[in-house]
Nanobody, 124 residues
Framework: QVQLVESGGGLVQAGGSLRLSCAAS????????TGWFRQAPGKEREFQAG????????YYADSVKGRFTISRDNAKNTVYLQMNSLKPEDTAVYYC?????????????????WGQGTQVTVSS
């Protein structure tokens, strides 16, 4: 069982930046692909970014491409999401999730372990 803990959320003005972290409890995390999802009130949980187990392959939703960067440090069992040029529509709860496989998938049902989420609020 892998436990994930997100941190780094908060309140930021439009155009600002935040860096989210997802720390895993188990070293097997380094063998798994990991994704960041977000869920706004009244909306479905949506894939935003994903990274393969090695960090060699990354994927982004069109809405965040060029603004968000996902990375990982397997020595620290941690995945990061650097969010720049934030917009009010980026406001949501952000979840880290990892799946028992090396490659990224876009569907939230493909992921086996989830963090508790961290709130990101972007004011206009």
């Amino acid at each position: 069982q892998v436990q994930l803990v997100e941190s780094g959320g908060g309140l930021v003005q439009a155009g600002g930046s935040l860096r989210l972290s997802c720390a895993a409890s188990d070293r097997t995390f380094s063998n798994y692909a990991t994704g960041w999802f977000r869920q706004a009130p009244g909306k479905e949980r949506e894939f935003q970014a994903g990274i393969s187990w090695s960090g060699g392959t990354t994927y982004y939703a069109d809405s965040v491409k060029g603004r968000f960067t996902i990375s990982r440090d397997n020595a620290k069992n941690t995945v990061y999401l650097q969010m720049n040029s934030l917009k009010p529509e980026d406001t949501a709860v952000y979840y880290c999730a990892t799946r028992r496989g090396p490659t990224v998938k876009g569907g939230f049902r493909e992921y086996n372990y989830w963090g508790q989420g961290t709130q990101v609020t972007v004011s206009s």
